[in-house]
């Protein structure tokens, strides 16, 4: 029956990470620039969040902390070239948005998978 508790953690954990911290980094972002932004602009964003969130959840899960750098390596690089595309000062409100936003989701994930990992400590 614990392993029941477990999956349940972990699953709930999950969701969690993902879509609460969709909100979450979705309100941050509107706080920060409350004129919004470009159309355009880092397309993709929230899936891409959604699915780091996942990792990173599962990564404090699964104690493997080094898959995050991964997940910041991969993530980095792959919007490089388009944060490098922009004009000067689409760029800089681009790579603002992009750091705000990682960082927030990170630390939302890290800490999501910390709570979990401690409520299965306790169930066991």
Same mark, same amino acid.
Request: hydrophobic share 55%.
């Given at each position: 029956?614990?392993?029941?508790?477990?999956?349940?953690? $972990?699953?709930?954990?999950?969701?969690?990470?993902?879509?609460?911290?969709?909100?979450? $980094?979705? /309100?941050?972002?509107?706080?920060?620039?409350?004129?919004?932004?470009?159309?355009?602009?880092?397309?993709?964003?929230?899936?891409?969040?959604?699915?780091?969130?996942?990792?990173?959840?599962?990564?404090?899960?699964?104690?493997?902390?080094?898959?995050?750098?991964?997940?910041?390596? $991969?993530?980095?690089?792959?919007?490089?070239?388009?944060?490098?595309? /922009?004009?000067?000062?689409?760029?800089?409100?681009?790579?603002?948005?992009?750091?705000?936003?990682?960082?927030?989701?990170?630390?939302?994930?890290?800490?999501?998978?910390?709570?979990?990992?401690?409520?299965?400590?306790?169930?066991?």
């Amino acid at each position: 029956m614990t392993w029941l508790w477990i999956t349940a953690v $972990v699953l709930i954990a999950l969701a969690l990470s993902a879509f609460l911290g969709a909100a979450l $980094v979705g /309100w941050l972002l509107r706080r920060v620039e409350p004129e919004g932004y470009g159309p355009g602009i880092l397309r993709g964003g929230t899936w891409i969040g959604i699915l780091e969130r996942l990792a990173i959840t599962g990564a404090v899960f699964g104690g493997y902390p080094e898959a995050i750098a991964v997940v910041l390596a $991969v993530k980095g690089l792959g919007r490089y070239p388009e944060l490098r595309s /922009w004009q000067a000062e689409q760029r800089a409100k681009a790579t603002e948005r992009f750091i705000i936003g990682t960082l927030a989701s990170y630390i939302w994930a890290g800490a999501v998978g910390l709570i979990g990992v401690a409520v299965v400590a306790a169930i066991n």
